[in-house]
């Protein structure tokens, strides 16, 4: 080699590295252009964004340097914009002097409702644009249809869904959420690898079925979750190369298409939150890339395949809320053959799965989380359950699994954070000095039965607990002194229904606890002092004693943050304190059967978020205090069974508006029904019974809408009772009841079935006039009660348009003309009282009324079945039951009354009224009194004998 090679060779290395040096160090490549570093400062200009992110966007430095901003080396123009998390305000047009710019990230922005502004489809060198979550609205730019270089397109708007999946209110309001008319423009996007328009609506575009033939095959990542799509689009079936798919929380309603089974690329499948139904087909083992499959929340049935065991990639299975069947162990052993090892997430919840769990669940190494709940599987929890190393989650509640859980199945569950197992029935039999292997943050045992039967001792140790319910264990004693700091970490505590008794001390004083349920239990003495942070008491159902003073007025002055409280079922006594100004958030207060006695205090006005108020059942009198009318965000407002009197006010029904219950039974109030109360059109109850109430019943009774129509917008949704905050595991606690007099006797009704009843109560008044045809428009109504007043006239001719009438009671009135014959429409009746009237004529023929007893039509002119009165033989007049005793509160019920009486008249008379006879004038006119009374009686002793 001569040193002529020898000095080119060593140029050309030279010339190498230089070049190297030239493209990967930073401070030798080329500075931003000055054009583009003007269209960013202009670019801020219109733009906020947090605390030291962009203070480096100043001066005269190199751009390329900017916090976000990637440029080319060799030329310097700027080629990315990452710029996320970071800035709110509005999109400056000075982008489009970026003319080099291929990738611009805007996700996870405030841009404050404006529309994605059309100018984006002139950056024809983009590959990847990403908007999602930036708070755009309104149509989405057809220009953006232009971009025909990109790969990436992220329009995902569902940061306001925020994992409920309440998609129909999402797209109701179309103007918290992207739009399209016609979705034509994504044909034009030949290079496109992954779309995303998740909770844009879609439902406008009708072209969408055929625009999805026209996309590329190129895709991979498809993402149309709550779009509003009624239909799964067939042009799926031509992206061969497809890796994601997600359709979840639409409307599609078919069965899962053959073609899908086919997408042999595809990695993740959801499906869930639709209408799909049918069974699953066997066709699901051809997936065998799929990592991901998600069908939550339809209305698949029938098996799952054993297929299933086919897909040896797959880690994560999600068929909860269906209606599949089929025997779990089936299930897992199909599991056993290829995959068992790599399940890492099993969530088979809320179906109808049965038989035992297998003793191999120790096959399933990797799995962490495991929701097998609310479905009919028994038999015990086996030993292996122990050996799931893994296992972070579980929930088991709701089935009916039996048998003893003793330490050995906790054994190696060293990683375990939440165990959630209500509605069983085991037995968790522990050693008093157990020292569990893992460190909770839930653990849910309801309906549980403890060995021993106390507060286990090993809670001690588990310092990371957040969420404890042993609701219904069984487990006694008192509090002990240890559970008292102990407590003090616990978000949630519910210790309701069981067997704990003794004085509550004043626990969680330095705790932040938020939810505290110790109802139904045997405590006494008095109320316990809580933390001012303490959101949920209940305290309900026990012997506490005392007055509420102390409780309501001790010195602390700090705001209360209590919204809910139950002190219901107690015996408290004494007047309820005027000491309500430091507990404004109070959303719900129940001081419902105690021995309380006094007026509604004036401070209870200042609850102007009060929703839900129960005093019943209490020893209260007085007027109704004109201050309540200042909490108008009443739902429910029960004062029935007390001494209140004077006139319904007025302010209800202008003032309290929201009213969906308003019961005021068995109080002393009297006067007329005002009119204002027809102004509460969300009214669902309105029990006025057992008062002194008179004239006549209100024509404008079609105004209470709720009673009237079924739909959502008339109907007040109460609240679900769901008040924890810790992830939805407690929804079952339902806080609010309230009570309902219905077919003669007393319901409690939860929050859940709360919101579908409807009731109107107005018996035992002297309510008068006719009933007016104006009630048959209430066509929702399910009972009504008008029995024991004045009331006169016909039966409205259109009572059977309530068709939805379960109970209904015109007892003790004074009806006439005969039974309305459309009432044999009424097929959802069940309780039928038209007894003691002066009705007439043949009981209309239908399967609903003969099916009453006798005793639903007696002490009337009626004929036909279920009387034994035969129509044709009575000539137009209805002989009166000689056998049927007159029931409720008439008095002459038999021979034994006229003797009784006939022998008073007669000892009256003589020893105090005889005298008068002496006197002339009196004589003569007592005579004539008397006459007449005489005469009365034997009209009705005739009539009843």
Not at 386 to 396: D, K, P, Q, T
Request: hydrophobic share 35%; glycine share 6%; aromatic share 8%.
């Amino acid at each position: 080699m001569n040193m002529g090679s020898t000095v080119v060779r060593f140029l050309s290395i030279a010339t190498l590295f230089t070049i190297c040096l030239l493209l990967c160090n930073a401070n030798l490549s080329a500075p931003c252009k000055q054009n583009e570093r003007q269209a960013l400062l202009k670019f801020k200009h219109d733009v906020e964004g947090p605390l030291n992110q962009l203070p480096s966007w100043a001066g005269e430095g190199d751009c390329c340097n900017w916090t976000g901003v990637v440029c080319d080396n060799l030329t310097g123009h700027i080629r990315e914009l990452h710029l996320a998390d970071t800035y709110s305000g509005k999109i400056s047009p000075s982008l489009l002097n970026l003319k080099h710019l291929s990738y611009l990230d805007l996700s996870n922005n405030d841009f404050q409702g404006m529309q994605i502004p059309s100018f984006l489809g002139s950056l024809k060198s983009l590959r990847y644009l990403n908007l999602s979550n930036s708070m755009f609205v309104g149509l989405i730019p057809h220009q953006l249809g232009n971009l025909t270089s990109l790969q990436v397109l992220d329009l995902h708007g569902c940061q306001q869904v925020q994992d409920s999946y309440d998609y129909d209110d999402h797209l109701e309001g179309t103007t918290d959420s992207l739009s399209v008319e016609s979705l034509q423009w994504i044909s034009g996007l030949s290079k496109l690898q992954h779309l995303d328009m998740s909770c844009a609506n879609l439902s406008k575009a009708s072209d969408w079925l055929r625009v999805t033939n026209t996309l590329p095959s190129l895709v991979e990542s498809f993402h149309m979750s709550a779009c509003g799509l009624y239909h799964i689009p067939g042009g799926i079936a031509n992206m061969t190369n497809l890796k994601f798919l997600d359709l979840q929380g639409n409307y599609i309603s078919s069965t899962i298409p053959k073609w899908l089974y086919r997408l042999s690329h595809l990695q993740s499948l959801i499906l869930s939150y639709n209408l799909f139904h049918g069974e699953i087909s066997s066709s699901l083992g051809n997936l065998t890339s799929i990592v991901n499959l998600d069908f939550d929340s339809n209305q698949l049935a029938g098996n799952i395949p054993n297929s299933l065991g086919n897909l040896s990639k797959l880690t994560t299975l999600a068929m909860s809320e269906n209606n599949l069947n089929g025997s779990v162990s089936e299930i897992f052993e199909s599991f056993s053959r290829c995959s068992s090892g790599q399940i890492e997430s099993l969530s088979l919840s809320s179906n109808n799965l049965s038989g035992h769990l297998t003793d191999k669940l120790d096959h399933f190494e990797k799995l962490r989380l495991l929701f097998l709940d609310n479905n009919s599987i028994s038999g015990p929890l086996p030993p292996s359950f122990g050996n799931l190393s893994c296992l972070e989650a579980v929930a088991i509640g709701d089935n009916n699994l039996t048998g003893v859980v003793s330490q050995q199945h906790f054994t190696n569950l060293t990683r375990l954070v939440e165990f959630d197992a209500p509605g069983n029935s085991l037995t968790l039999e522990t050693t008093p000095h157990w020292l569990p292997p893992f460190q909770l943050e839930m653990l849910i045992l309801d309906s549980w039965h403890l060995e021993p039967s106390e507060l286990p001792m090993w809670l001690q140790s588990q310092t990371q607990l957040v969420a404890l319910s042993m609701l219904n264990t069984r487990i006694s004693g008192t509090i002990p002194t240890w559970f008292c700091n102990f407590s003090s970490q616990l978000q949630h505590i519910d210790l309701s229904e069981n067997k704990l008794y003794g004085e509550v001390p004043h626990i969680f004083p330095s705790s932040r606890c938020f939810d505290i349920f110790l109802g139904s239990n045997q405590f006494n003495g008095s109320l316990p002092l809580v933390s001012s942070k303490v959101g949920i008491l209940d305290l309900s159902s026990s012997s506490f004693s005392g007055t509420l003073f102390h409780f309501f007025c001790n010195n602390s002055s700090k705001p209360k943050t209590l919204r809910i409280l139950r002190l219901d079922n107690n015996l408290l006594s004494g007047k309820i304190p005027d000491c309500f100004r430091n507990w404004e958030r109070l959303e719900v207060v129940n001081l419902e059967s105690n021995h309380l006695i006094g007026n509604i205090p004036r401070s209870l006005g200042y609850l102007l978020s009060l929703t839900y108020l129960h005093l019943r059942n209490n020893h209260l009198h007085g007027e109704l205090p004109p201050y309540l009318k200042k909490c108008t965000a009443f739902i429910i407002l029960d004062l029935s069974y007390n001494k209140f009197l004077g006139k319904i006010p007025m302010w209800i029904g202008t003032n309290l508006s929201s009213l969906a219950v308003l019961s005021l039974r068995s109080n002393q109030f009297h006067g007329h029904i005002t009119y204002k109360l027809c102004d509460l059109t969300s009214l669902q109850i309105l029990d006025l019974a057992h008062n002194n109430l008179s004239g006549r019943m209100p024509i404008c009774l079609y105004k209470f809408q709720a009673m009237a129509s079924n739909s959502e917008i008339s109907r007040f949704s109460f609240e679900d009772g769901n008040y924890n905050h810790y992830d939805d595991t407690f929804e079952d606690n339902e806080i609010e009841t309230a009570i309902l007099v219905s077919k003669g006797r007393e319901v409690k009704y939860g929050n859940s079935l709360l919101r579908l009843a409807t009731s109107l109560d107005l018996s035992d008044n002297n309510i008068s006039g006719e009933i007016p045809e104006q009630l048959t428009s209430l066509i929702y109504l399910q009972s009504v009660n008008l029995s024991n007043n004045l009331l006169s006239g016909r039966i409205p001719p259109k009572m059977g348009d309530m068709r939805w009438l379960e109970s209904l009671d015109l007892s003790m009135n004074q009806l006439c003309g005969q039974i309305a014959p459309s009432m044999s429409s009424l097929t959802f009746l069940s309780v039928l009282n038209l007894s003691y009237n002066n009705l007439i004529g043949e009981i209309p023929k239908s399967t609903q009324l003969q099916s009453f007893d006798q005793s639903s039509f007696i002490g009337n002119k009626l004929c036909g079945p279920p009387l034994e009165v035969n129509c044709s033989n009575t000539n137009g007049t209805v002989p009166p039951v000689a056998d049927q005793k007159h029931g409720g509160s008439y008095l002459l019920e038999d021979g034994w009354f006229y003797l009784s009486l006939g022998l008073g008249f007669l000892f009256g008379f003589w020893s105090v009224l005889g005298s008068l006879l002496l006197n002339l004038p009196w004589s003569i006119g007592f005579n004539r009194f008397l006459n007449s009374i005489v005469k009365k009686l034997y009209g009705v002793i005739v009539e009843h004998f």
